[in-house]
């Protein structure tokens, strides 16, 4: 099939962009791949998903069915901690729920001598973070592990700064957006309304953290109280809100006391 049969076949499942993206992105466009990619646009499944690739903070990310597709929402989380950090030496890193790695890879490449650890409890999703982390020729600097936030390995050492997307979505939150229903439900919903990934962080994190060090947290809509709550009463304190692009109130900082 020639690449324009392919472009307009797409251009017909998934508009103009989606046919763009997918034509400049897929090697081998043979009848019958082209026919999958059509029937998987037609229903609804997004081009990252496709491609296994999302652009984020500038650097490319493989992804796939065991891993959120990094949201530009969290952009924001990682150009907080660049901003604190600029002038910092040797800073390390931990990133609690690292997906494919992207605010770990995007802060180690962006923070002179930085270096990090990202964990995340799905192994599925590990490997994709070590992919990812091989690819952007990081692999001296960061480290990826499966573990669980409740359980943070005490080999792991302790860090300047401390960051993390848990998962945040209430159970039966309806709001849930086309994209995030092929993202894995591990890395979008919560128990306790949401807020159960936070209780855990706000208790098991501290003890890795430096004197002085820093917590940067991505948060849902309209959670801000409930997580700044939750931090406050666990002895932590309150620095600052970031909002995003959109106006929305995106990350909470906090410091140990
Ligand atoms: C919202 S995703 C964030 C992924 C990535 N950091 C990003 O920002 O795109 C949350 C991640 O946390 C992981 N996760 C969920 N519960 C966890 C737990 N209890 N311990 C460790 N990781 C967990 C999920 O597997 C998922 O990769």
């Not at 251009?11 to 791949?33: E, F, V």
């Not at 001296?140 to 993390?164: C, E, M, N, T, Y």
């Not at 940067?216 to 309150?238: A, M, P």
Request: charged content about 25%; aromatic content about 10%.
């Amino acid at each position: 099939m020639t690449i324009n049969q392919a472009f307009e076949i797409f251009r017909q499942a998934g508009g103009i962009r989606a046919a763009r993206i997918i034509t400049d992105n897929t090697k081998k466009l043979s009848w019958w791949r082209v026919h999958k990619i059509a029937r998987q646009l037609r229903a609804g499944v997004p081009v990252a998903k496709i491609i296994n690739q999302k652009w984020f903070f500038g650097l490319k990310f493989y992804t796939n069915k065991y891993t959120l597709d990094p949201r530009p929402d969290t952009e924001t989380l990682v150009a907080a901690v660049i901003a604190d950090c600029e002038k910092g030496e040797n800073i390390r890193i931990l990133d609690l729920g690292t997906g494919t790695g992207c605010i770990i890879s995007a802060l180690v490449k962006n923070i002179y001598g930085a270096s990090g650890v990202g964990i995340d409890r799905s192994w599925q999703a590990v490997r994709v973070a070590k992919r990812n982390v091989r690819d952007l020729k990081l692999a001296q600097s960061v480290k990826i592990l499966r573990a669980d936030f409740s359980k943070i390995p005490d080999k792991i050492g302790s860090f300047d700064v401390i960051v993390s997307n848990p998962p945040y979505i209430a159970f039966d939150d309806s709001r849930v957006n086309n994209a995030a229903m092929f993202d894995p439900r591990m890395a979008l919903f919560a128990p306790d309304n949401g807020l159960g990934a936070y209780k855990v962080i706000a208790k098991s994190a501290k003890k890795h953290l430096k004197k002085n060090g820093k917590i940067y947290l991505e948060i849902g809509q309209g959670q801000t109280k409930s997580v700044k709550d939750i931090f406050v009463h666990n002895g932590w304190d309150f620095v600052r809100v970031e909002s995003d692009l959109a106006g929305i109130e995106r990350v909470l900082v906090f410091e140990k006391r």
